[in-house]
């Protein structure tokens, strides 16, 4: 399926005045970060796929992402799958560098909330699929999971399955810091950035992000979910090669605890010539046709049963 997915690419330029760029048509704000998308049920009925929907789509959105930018993503979500629910999660960038941590776990509340209210209407256990993008992204999805652990007595996250969209990088001051500093001045010095990047803690969020989606006790290696990472050859600020990195890592923890049938869970999808966060953009067949495979070779499975976190 062609999804429309034309529009400028997804650019990291640094710019504060995205930060109040909130509006996407058909959310309500839960938080200052936070959004949710409830489908109307009557007039969407026309538009049912023959395929299972998720009950609900996770989007933790890269870092200084603009609105226009994201709709993109979930109006085509709306498309493919007109009755799930969409929970947007943005990034500004203060969680990655100065926020406390603790801060960040009642903020990410009304996200955990949402989830909670949509277990207790479920038959069983709900269908979720989450979809990450940039390191930003991912750093948030990462920060749900440790809020939803916090709030509901030590449970994981009850996702399905995972997107991982130009992400994750090694974490290196240099690396980290190139993706906030679009706007600053090309000439300033490779040290300097170093050093702004290191005391801005950059690299302890990348390290915690890699530690964290690759944890065997944690939610992203719950039993049965299915993760893909979507990168690009061309990718200047996450390299190729840290993806296939943190990937092979993965499927080394799944298979020493679960056997080589839990190692294949894991999936690469690996564009060429496409720009961060923008391979969609570049081939938005191929993109959404790896979307949709995931979740219906999901739903071909049987899902991953909801278990504590020990």
Not at 60 to 84: D, G, M
Not at 248 to 264: D, H, T, Y
Request: glycine share 8%; charged share 20%.
């Amino acid at each position: 399926m062609v999804m429309d997915t034309t529009g400028p690419a997804p650019t990291l330029q640094l710019d504060m005045s995205i930060t109040n760029d909130l509006h996407i048509k058909g959310f309500e704000t839960l938080g200052g970060q936070i959004f949710y998308y409830r489908p109307n049920t009557s007039s969407d009925q026309q538009n049912m796929k023959k395929t299972s929907s998720p009950d609900l789509i996770i989007i933790c959105s890269w870092l200084y992402a603009r609105q226009r930018h994201i709709a993109k993503y979930s109006e085509t979500y709306r498309r493919i799958y007109p009755q799930s629910r969409i929970l947007l999660l943005k990034q500004d960038g203060p969680d990655l560098i100065w926020r406390p941590n603790a801060w960040q776990m009642q903020e990410m509340k009304p996200a955990v909330k949402v989830i909670k209210e949509l277990e207790a209407g479920a038959k069983g256990r709900p269908s979720i699929l989450l979809h990450s993008f940039s390191n930003g992204g991912a750093f948030t999805s990462c920060q749900l999971a440790d809020a939803y652990a916090l709030h509901c007595a030590g449970e994981l996250l009850p996702i399905s399955a995972v997107v991982i969209d130009s992400a994750p990088s090694i974490p290196t001051a240099r690396v980290g810091w190139t993706a906030m500093s679009q706007g600053f001045p090309p000439s300033l010095p490779a040290p300097v950035l170093g050093t702004l990047g290191r005391l801005a803690g950059i690299e302890g969020s990348m390290t915690g992000l890699r530690r964290k989606l690759n944890d065997s006790a944690g939610s992203f290696m719950q039993e049965g979910l299915k993760r893909v990472y979507i990168y690009s050859d061309t990718d200047e600020l996450v390299p190729w090669t840290h993806v296939e990195a943190h990937a092979q890592e993965a499927k080394e923890v799944l298979r020493s605890n679960r056997g080589e049938e839990a190692a294949k869970l894991v999936q690469l999808e690996k564009f060429v010539g496409s720009k961060h966060v923008a391979h969609a953009v570049m081939d938005g067949e191929r993109y959404w046709n790896i979307v949709q495979q995931l979740w219906e070779g999901l739903e071909a499975t049987e899902q991953p049963q909801h278990k504590e976190k020990p």
